[in-house]
Nanobody
Framework: VQLVESGGGLVQAGGSLRLSCAASEFTFEDYAIGWFRQAPGIEREGVSC????????YYADFVKGRFTTSSDNSKNTVYLQMDSLKPEDTAVYYCAAHQGVRCLEPEMDYWGKGTLVTVSS
């Protein structure tokens, strides 16, 4: 099982980025895919959780209205569209998969290696 994130980079405040999480070697629809992030000196926090069986998606309050998670099941890929980025969004972003219907960090079964997002002011 492998999760590979891509799409990170440097962007100015107010800009946008789209992250991708490509999953391989498991049945996508059996999993919940979560996006998490970790900024320097701060504990990793959940950003969004998408239940792949029905597409239900949940967001942390600090990204509601700015970030959108979508997926292409034919490509086993989940996306995180990040708009109106703020300097405080700077972090390494990880996707993770849990065989189930929730995205609690301790329960995630598989993790990607992360992709760095830097938002300049």
């Amino acid at each position: 099982v492998q999760l590979v994130e891509s799409g990170g980079g440097l962007v100015q405040a107010g800009g946008s980025l789209r992250l991708s999480c490509a999953a391989s070697e498991f049945t996508f629809e059996d999993y919940a895919i979560g996006w998490f992030r970790q900024a320097p000196g701060i504990e990793r926090e959940g950003v969004s959780c998408r239940i792949m069986s029905d597409g239900a998606t949940y967001y942390a309050d600090f990204v509601k209205g700015r970030f959108t998670t979508s997926s292409d099941n034919s490509k086993n890929t989940v996306y995180l569209q990040m708009d109106s980025l703020k300097p405080e969004d700077t972090a390494v972003y990880y996707c993770a998969a849990h065989q189930g219907v929730r995205c609690l960090e301790p329960e995630m079964d598989y993790w990607g290696k992360g992709t760095l997002v830097t938002v300049s002011s």
